[in-house]
Each structure stands twice: as structure tokens, then as C-alpha cells.
């Protein structure tokens, strides 16, 4: 279809206000926090469902290639437009629809950001537990997408475990209710399966999330190391004894320094790494609980251990694990995050090997991570001006993955495959693994027009 | 489409001619619904699986699933049936981290001894006293440390179930109100698909978003696209101490107002379960003070620190008084599990009682919950029927199971009015037991939504040739 008869389509669905085709405004839309960049041919802002119901469906009819973006703070090229086409921008449709205390639920339009979620229920002494770093900007309807971790998943688990249902538009503009208020509804667990579908099965235009009440007690620790070999004996060891705390973090020396040098919250600078700890629920017992982690701290050589005592020091400390991969920009320009996942007890074998890694490809290499549940982010730091580096990084990162996938790990524990992973995708996954979600994605995308190669790679070549 | 006997010497081959049986005494043992399949297979591993499935589909075999058959019988009566897959002889555990809180086992392992198995890395247990006597001698319970771990799920039959017909019925227990459901427990699978092919996901860390969530998609579709082979479990450790408080009411109204006051507070009981005085006797316990004909009783499961545990005991005695309580009961560690593993097993589902029964799932949300109790409740009881009443509180679920002797004509219209009833509060429901003839009036699977559309486009895509389980599920998939 030619582009002027879609953007005119568009315009009869949409507030023509809300069509955007000038060259500034689809520069804006060809990028996202990953490397790649592609340019749609026109992007559109719908107000609610039944709009993005009638522009699935001239999609489908006219073969139109489409996908949806909330903050495009997605890592793995999940929301570049590679075959042009249109873009579905949530901005707009970022409301909440109903709070129902009694039912444990909150019903969201997508793009509501996922901080000014959490905020709002937090006043009402509830809790939406998913907290990516990104939250500030990103989207439930992203998080949604890619099945969004953040510190808090060791013990509450990800998105998907947070999500009761959703109103979903389908390839050719059905819309259809999956799961709801109520678990266990009979049937297949379709909310399951859209939960981090990277966008490629339909467009998700509400969500029920699940509510949970504020715990009674929190209780946050940072843990300073003078090696990452004790920090990481550490993170195995507070598992093994039985604790689960609700999140364990681990910053590395590049990290805190890059943090230090924008945000100044009071790392130490020639630490090698510290964790952040923290316990929360009823209060009986947690003091004890922290005794223990002090102890096996100590076991393993902690240099110092700091508890915060208020709400201003627990902001701070907060402030620079969250504020991390930000902060990097004053060492390089561009970052390349690996998002592998490994077994707890394999990470200081994995985190010596990232160490080797660094040196073998001359690049510097930073680590924030969910040390809890084996979630690595080394930052790869470099300029993506550079083409000899960026080749580099890319082989250094491959390799990275190719480590935690060896240790029987996998390629991705939060951000996705996207565009970004589908090489390594054969790490972990055979040919009829790919074919069976090829055949899921044939069901519910026959024409291949939403979201197109992402996250799925091509079968292999008949040798 | 080959002779019969040559695709029983193909499927002989696959696994061996001792495991492939076709006598009529074994057929009989894996009906479904009355019908007799051709030949029942037991494959020892996923390749021996996967081979037999490729026969079948060639051939347009229709083939179903077995674990240990505790939960065969729900869904409607199959439309065809000519091979049973029994995983019986998958009994391996494949991986046993318990540093790293995972667990890879066959489909074939049996419920219990995955909680048998990991008690005896430490020195607590999470099953009753007795039976981990017969396991090992060496083990002793005790209350010193609680670096132990366990498996946090407590379906129903833990005693025969196997874990792959667990996570395929998606069952679960009083307990999700704590540790939540098997889709949160489940970090990956081993499946064979309907045409043999074998497909791995997840994997053994607890995050993983590479490709599709198939092992929580496959969880609760009841063999009707493929078959579990293995699954890599999530393990807790063990709480620190574990009690149970139980408390009697003379009636409903008190009952709900001190669960609902419990619910209220901000502590974390591991299950409130609501029992009415036939399901309470179904546990064959001793009566609790002032206990009557129209009582309910009302169980708490705690599983916390010491000090969170006792802090609980006493506020749910204090919150009990003001509600009226007749009766009070605390049960201390020693014999905490083993009431809950009697609670497991009010709700009878399988066909080796006599009597004809029917047992019903009801699922809404959770703010729902009196007035659909009640409702099933009245339903059944207006006709003359005495049910067992078991609702998972704060889950939003209840079970409801009722003996008909010859007035299985009543409950078709009992059972849809009371569709009708979780349906308008946004529920549903699943009768998970009937006598066979009573299915073709009842609502086997509830009512389906708007995305049933979405299920049938991946049943067509995915089992194309209808091998698995045709007919058997929602809709008729």
C-alpha cells in the first residue's frame, strides 16, 4: 500500500493530529536503547482499544507490516521498525482503569509508566512488585512485552508472574480477553504465553495487574567488598542458608565509580564491589535475618557493612543501582548490555570469565546485576562511532552469552532476544525448539506482519 | 496407513516389548471415560517418548497422557483413543541442585518422593513424620538450622500423583495462597509435541525470557499439546517452624467474617482454608468443641520465622474469639503436615470409589467468595444432597463434592446455575469429577471466553492431526 493512501487511512482512524510521517518525528521513532536503527514509514497514536483495533485490521488486510512501542526503553531492538511500516505508540493510552483493593487488582491502559504505577498503589498501601530499573520511563505495556525483571524478582518473581490478564487485539483486529480477575481460569494460559511474546503475537491494549500488600517491614544493607570473588561467595552462600531476601544486587568498581562521578550517593571508590541486600515482610524475624547475612558477610571478608536507617538513605542507596546504566555515559558514549543468566553457584566462575573477556577484547567492562537470581549486565563500554570497536563489542558479547549458556545458563534473563540475540539463540535452543515457536508464531501472525523478525530466528539453510 | 499389528510392532520397538501392552486385563486399567485404548506404552525416557508419538501421528492415532491417572477423568469423554502414554517408568531425578534451589525430574516422578528426596539433603523434612520413617532411618527432624529445602507446592493425591500430571492439570493446593501457583515454580521443560518432535524451554534459571514461554504455556493444557517429559522445578527453603491453628464457627456468617478479617491484616498465613462440617469429617479427626451439623471450620497454615509464626498464632486466636469461635485447636509442627496432606484428599477424584460423585472447581475473583460458597452450597443441598464444601480463601477457589446415588438428574441443573453464577461475577468453573454417563449434560469446562478463538488457532497449529487427547479439552479441542 502506498504510504500516502495508509497515512490517509490512518487519519480516519485516528486524530489526524496523532499521524506522524515528518522526517523529524520517524528519526524519533527509528531508534531504541538498543544498537539498531530502522526508520517505520508512519507512526500513529490511538486513544483506545477500538482504534487499535481498526488499524490491526487494515494492517492485515493490506499486509501492512506494524509493531508497538511504549518508551522504546527495550534493549534488544524489540521496537526498531526494520521493515518500516507502521508504529503503534501507546503514549496515549495511559490510564488506570480500576483499582480494585478487595480483588487485589489494578486494570492499566499500556502505556502507563510503570513508576507512576507503582507510586499511585503504593499510597494506597498496596504493591505492584516488578521493578526494572527502567521504570522511571518504560511502559507496563513494554514490561508486558518483554517479561521485565528488576531487583525485586528473586523473591517476587517477573512481570509474568504479576500479570492476572489482558485485552489483546489480534493479527486481523479481533479483540479477545485472556485470563482475568479471577486464577486458574480453564484453559490454556494464553496471559502466559503474550507475557514476554516480545510483541510479536498481537498488540496488548490492557492489563490486570496483581496487587499485593505493602510489606510490613523493609530492611535494605550495603555489603563493601575488596574482591568480587568474596562478593559473589557471598550472593551463593545468603541463598544457601535458607534466605531468600527480596533482592540482591551486586555493583562492581567501573559501575560505582561511573555512579559516583553523576549521582554521588556514597560509594566506596576502591572497593571492588558491593551488594545490596535487602529483606522485607512481617518484621518477626527479620532482625535476625539481618544478623545472619552480617555474619555470612563477614565469612566471606566484607569490609563493611552499612544498614539504612531511614527513607533518604534507602533512596540513596537505591538511586545508584538504578541509576547505573545511565551513568555510564561518562566513560564511553554507548553500552552494550548482556543480559545473560546463570546459575547462582556458577557466578564466580562466570564473572572470572567476563573479567578474561574484557582484557582478550581490549574493551572496559562494567557489572550491575541481580546477583540473586544469576542475572549478569556486563556493560560493554565503547563508541559506537567506532566501527572497530562496535565489532568487537559484538564478539565479546557473543561470547559472554556463549559463557553463561556453557555453564547451563541462558541467553537472556530479562531484555529479550529482540533483534539483538538472534544469533545466539542456537546457544540454547535446537532446531525443533525453534520450529514449535515458529508454529506458535504461523498461529497467531500467519501473514508475519507484526513485528517481523524479532526474537525468532530464520530456519536454518537445508545444507 | 499401516496394519494394526504393524504399528504395535513399531511402538514394541520404540520401547521394548515388555513395556508395550495390548493384553485386555492392562488395557482396562487406562480407560478414560469407559473407552478402551488399543495399546498402552511405557516409555523410560523422552526420546523413547518421542518416538512413539511419531508413530502415532502418522498413523492418526489418537493418543493420551498418564501419569499415575489421579486426575484422568476430568475433561470430556475423549473422541477417540488408541494409545496411553503411561510415564511411569520416567522416574528419574535428573538434577539435583539444591544450592542453587533447582530441581530437574522426568514426568514419571512421583509427587511425593520430590519432597522425600529433598528432605533427606537436610536434617528437617516437609512431609509427615511417619512416612519419611519407611524413606531412610537416618533422618531426623529437628529445630535447629533450616538450611533444608523443599519443593513449595501441595497439590491434591501427593501421594500417587506424578509431578508431570501435576503441571499438566495445573493442580495446586490451599497453599498458593503463600507460595503461589505451578506457573511460578516451573523454570523449564522438556515436551514432546504432537508430532514427535522434541522441544526444550526454560532452562534452570530463574529468569529466562529467551523465546516463548512455552513451559508456562504448556502448564494446565491437560496433554492436549504434547506431553511433559521433564520439567526443572523451583525450590524454597524450608520456613523456620510451621503450625496450624484451627478454629470452629456455628455457621457461615462467622466463619467468612474471620476469614475475611484475617485476609484484612497485613500478616502472611500460608493457607485459610474453609471447610464445612462434612469436609472437616472427611478428615477423620477429632471433633472441635461445639461442633454441629451446620458448622464450618476454618484451618490457618503457618510457615514463617519462629517469632512471625507465634505472632500469627496469637492474633488469629484473638481475631477468632471476636468473631464467635466455638472451638480452637493448635497443631504444632510434628503433625502440621500431615493435616494438610489429609486436606488434600477431601475432594475425591478418581473412579475408585463406588459411589457415583460428582466434584466441582470453582474459580472467581477472590472478593467473590461468599456468595458463590454459598450458592454451591444451596445449589446442592435445596436438592437433598450433603456436599463437602473446601474453599482455598484468598485464592479465589473453592471445591464443592457431593455423592448423587441415583439423582444424578438434579445436578446438571444445579451445576449450571451455578455457571451461571461464577459467571457473572467473572469466574468460572470445571467439574473435575462426574460419572461418565452425566457428562454429555454438563458443563464440563465451564464456559469459554472471547479467547477461545486463540486457543483453537493453536490447537490447529500445533496438533493439526488432533492426536492429543482429541476432544477431551475446553471447547471441545
Known amino acids: 500500500m502506498e504510504k500516502q493512501e495508509l497515512t490517509a487511512r490512518l487519519k480516519e482512524i485516528v486524530d489526524p493530529e496523532f499521524v506522524l510521517t515528518s522526517e523529524m518525528d520517524l528519526k524519533l521513532y527509528s531508534y531504541d536503547a538498543s544498537m539498531d536503527r530502522a526508520t517505520p514509514d508512519v507512526v500513529v497514536l490511538p486513544s483506545c482499544t477500538e482504534e487499535v483495533s481498526k488499524i490491526m485490521a487494515l494492517c492485515y488486510k493490506e499486509k501492512v507490516p506494524v509493531l508497538g512501542r511504549g518508551s522504546g526503553t527495550n534493549l534488544t531492538g524489540g521496537t526498531i521498525p526494520t521493515k518500516g511500516g507502521v508504529v503503534i505508540h501507546f503514549a496515549r493510552m495511559n490510564k488506570i482503569l480500576e483499582v480494585d483493593l478487595p480483588n487485589l487488582t489494578v486494570t492499566v491502559e499500556p502505556g502507563i509508566f510503570t513508576l507512576d504505577l507503582q507510586n499511585r498503589m503504593v499510597a494506597l498501601g498496596y504493591a505492584y512488585q516488578p521493578d526494572p530499573a527502567s521504570q522511571k520511563v518504560s511502559t507496563i505495556g513494554g514490561n508486558v512485552s518483554e517479561n521485565s525483571g528488576g531487583p525485586k524478582c528473586l523473591k517476587y518473581g517477573t512481570t509474568t508472574n504479576h500479570v492476572k490478564g489482558l485485552e489483546m487485539v489480534l493479527d486481523d483486529g479481533t479483540v479477545v480477553e485472556m485470563g482475568g480477575k479471577a486464577q486458574d481460569a480453564p484453559g490454556f494460559d494464553l496471559t502466559g504465553l503474550m507475557v514476554g511474546s516480545e510483541g510479536t503475537l498481537g498488540m496488548v491494549t490492557k492489563v490486570i495487574l496483581r496487587l499485593m500488600r505493602k510489606p510490613e517491614a523493609v530492611k535494605t544493607m550495603l555489603a563493601v567488598f575488596n574482591s568480587i570473588q568474596d562478593g559473589a561467595n557471598t550472593v551463593s552462600a545468603i541463598i544457601a542458608e535458607g534466605i531468600i531476601p527480596a533482592s540482591l544486587e551486586m555493583m562492581d568498581n567501573t559501575m560505582m565509580r561511573a555512579v559516583e562521578a553523576t549521582l554521588k550517593v556514597g560509594y566506596p571508590l576502591d572497593a571492588a564491589c558491593v551488594l545490596i541486600i535487602e529483606l522485607d515482610g512481617m518484621p518477626e524475624g527479620m532482625d535476625e535475618k539481618a544478623e545472619q547475612i552480617v555474619s555470612i558477610c563477614k565469612a566471606n571478608k566484607v569490609r563493611e557493612i552499612k544498614v539504612a536507617k531511614n527513607q533518604e538513605e534507602y533512596d540513596l542507596l537505591w538511586a545508584g543501582r538504578k541509576g547505573a546504566f545511565g551513568s555510564v555515559g561518562q566513560i564511553r558514549p554507548s553500552y552494550m548490555c548482556c543480559d545473560g543468566t546463570v546459575p547462582r553457584t556458577k557466578l564466580p566462575e562466570v564473572l572470572a570469565r567476563v573479567m578474561e573477556i574484557s582484557e582478550e577484547y581490549n574493551l572496559p567492562i562494567g557489572n550491575v546485576f541481580h546477583a540473586g537470581d544469576g542475572n549478569l549486565h556486563p556493560l560493554i563500554l565503547f563508541d559506537d562511532r567506532d566501527k572497530e570497536e562496535v565489532a568487537r563489542v559484538l564478539k565479546a558479547s557473543s561470547a559472554i552469552l556463549k559463557a553463561c549458556a556453557d555453564v547451563g545458563g541462558t541467553i537472556s534473563g530479562e531484555h529479550g532476544v529482540g533483534l539483538e540475540k538472534l544469533k545466539e539463540t542456537s546457544f540454547i535452543f535446537c532446531e525443533s525448539d525453534l520450529e514449535f515457536e515458529r508454529n506458535i508464531k504461523r498461529a497467531m501472525d500467519p501473514s508475519n506482519i507484526i513485528n517481523e523478525g524479532k526474537m525468532i530466528p530464520e530456519p536454518a539453510c537445508e545444507a | ?477
Not at chain 2, 495399546?39 to 489418537?62: C, R, Y
Request: charged content about 25%; glycine content about 10%; aromatic content about 6%.
Open chain 2, 1 to 477: 496407513m499401516a496394519e494394526f499389528t504393524e504399528i504395535i510392532k513399531a511402538l514394541a520397538e520404540c520401547v521394548g516389548r515388555d513395556h508395550l501392552k495390548t493384553e485386555e486385563d492392562v488395557l482396562s486399567r487406562y480407560r478414560v471415560d469407559g473407552l478402551l485404548p488399543k495399546a498402552v506404552a511405557f516409555p523410560s525416557n523422552t526420546d523413547q517418548v518421542s518416538g512413539l508419538m511419531k508413530i502415532a501421528h502418522n498413523e492418526g492415532w489418537a493418543v493420551a497422557p498418564w501419569g499415575a491417572g489421579t486426575k484422568i477423568s476430568t475433561g470430556n469423554p475423549p473422541q477417540r483413543l488408541d494409545l496411553v502414554i503411561c510415564t511411569r517408568r520416567m522416574n528419574h531425578m535428573r538434577d539435583v541442585d539444591v544450592a542453587n534451589l533447582t530441581l530437574t525430574v522426568e514426568a514419571g516422578v512421583r509427587f511425593r518422593d520430590i519432597q522425600a528426596r529433598l528432605a533427606t539433603q537436610e536434617d528437617r523434612c516437609y512431609l509427615p513424620l511417619e512416612d519419611l520413617m519407611t524413606e531412610s532411618d537416618e533422618v531426623v527432624c529437628s529445630e535447629r538450622s533450616h538450611s533444608g529445602c523443599f519443593f513449595p507446592l501441595d497439590p491434591p493425591f501427593s501421594e500417587n500423583a506424578t509431578i508431570g500430571g501435576v503441571m499438566a492439570a495445573n493442580s495446586s493446593g490451599p497453599k498458593r495462597l503463600y507460595y503461589n501457583l505451578p506457573r511460578d515454580l516451573v523454570l523449564g521443560a522438556k515436551v514432546v509435541a504432537a508430532d514427535g518432535s522434541v522441544v526444550g524451554t526454560g532452562g534452570k534459571t530463574v529468569k529466562n525470557v529467551s523465546g516463548y514461554d512455552i513451559s508456562k504455556f504448556m502448564l494446565g493444557t491437560c496433554g492436549s499439546l504434547g506431553i511433559l517429559c521433564e520439567m526443572t522445578l523451583r525450590l524454597l527453603p524450608l520456613p523456620e517452624a510451621m503450625a496450624t491453628v484451627v478454629f470452629s464457627f456455628s455457621d457461615f456468617e462467622s466463619a467468612s467474617g474471620f476469614v475475611d478479617a484475617v485476609l484484612n491484616t497485613t500478616m502472611l498465613p500460608a493457607a485459610v482454608e474453609v471447610m464445612n462440617e462434612a469436609a472437616f469429617h472427611a478428615l477423620e479427626g477429632e471433633d472441635l468443641p461445639g461442633m454441629s451439623r451446620g458448622s464450618f471450620v476454618v484451618a490457618a497454615a503457618l510457615e514463617h520465622f519462629k517469632p512471625a509464626v507465634e505472632r500469627m498464632k496469637e492474633k488469629f486466636r484473638e481475631i477468632a474469639k471476636i468473631h464467635g469461635a466455638t472451638g480452637e485447636r493448635v497443631i504444632g509442627e510434628d503433625h502440621h503436615a500431615l493435616f494438610w496432606l489429609k486436606v488434600g484428599d477431601i475432594m475425591p477424584v478418581g473412579a475408585e470409589r463406588d459411589a457415583e460423585y460428582v466434584t466441582i472447581k470453582l474459580n472467581y475473583p477472590i472478593a467473590a467468595w461468599k456468595d458463590l460458597a454459598e450458592a454451591a452450597m444451596e445449589g446442592f443441598t435445596k436438592q437433598g444432597f450433603n456436599p463437602r464444601l473446601l474453599v482455598h480463601s484468598g485464592s479465589g477457589i473453592c471445591l464443592i463434592s457431593t455423592d448423587i446415588g441415583s439423582d444424578g438428574g438434579k445436578v446438571s441443573g444445579i451445576v449450571k446455575d451455578l455457571l451461571a453464577s461464577c459467571r457473572r461475577e467473572g469466574g468460572n468453573l470445571v467439574v473435575q469429577y462426574a460419572p461418565t454417563a452425566l457428562k454429555k449434560d454438563l458443563p464440563i469446562w465451564g464456559e469459554s471466553g472471547s479467547d477461545f478463538i486463540v486457543m483453537k488457532r493453536l490447537k490447529e497449529r500445533l496438533d493439526p492431526k488432533g492426536t492429543m487427547c482429541p476432544g477431551r479439552y475446553v471447547g471441545g479441542l
